[in-house]
């Protein structure tokens, strides 16, 4: 027994319409023995080459992908913190030098 993938009449891959034969068995039309390989997108026959490429464009695969994730809010709030407490050092650090400057 073996396995037959099937593609349609511009040679795209049909998924879900693979089926198995006796090992004997004549290739029915749109039928090949080559499984495509795994993480394609939209895998295409090349019955010259006799081996599957992807087909879809780098758009295509792009709109696929899912969103990046939204910032986590509390990670926002603490780096905005950690700023702010950086500014009060400076400028408390600045009142100080004042405070000294002027006394001497």
């Known amino acids: 027994m073996k396995w037959l993938y099937k593609y349609d009449k ?15 068995a004549e290739l029915p039309d ?12 939209l895998a295409k026959f090349d019955p010259g080459k006799g081996t599957w490429f992807e087909s879809a464009t780098k758009e295509y695969i792009e709109s696929l992908q899912p969103p990046e994730p939204e910032p986590d ?4 709030l603490k780096k905005q913190i950690a700023l702010l407490s950086l500014q009060i050092a400076r400028l408390q650090a600045d009142v100080e030098a004042s405070k000294g400057g002027g006394a001497s």
């Not at 511009?10 to 004997?24: L, R, W």
């Not at 809010?73 to 926002?76: A, P, Q």
């Open 73 to 76: 809010i509390t990670d926002l």
């Open 30 to 41: 749109f039928y090949c023995e080559i499984k495509p390989p795994d993480g394609m997108y």
């Open 10 to 24: 511009k040679y795209n891959y049909i998924p879900g319409e693979e089926i198995q034969v006796d090992d004997n």
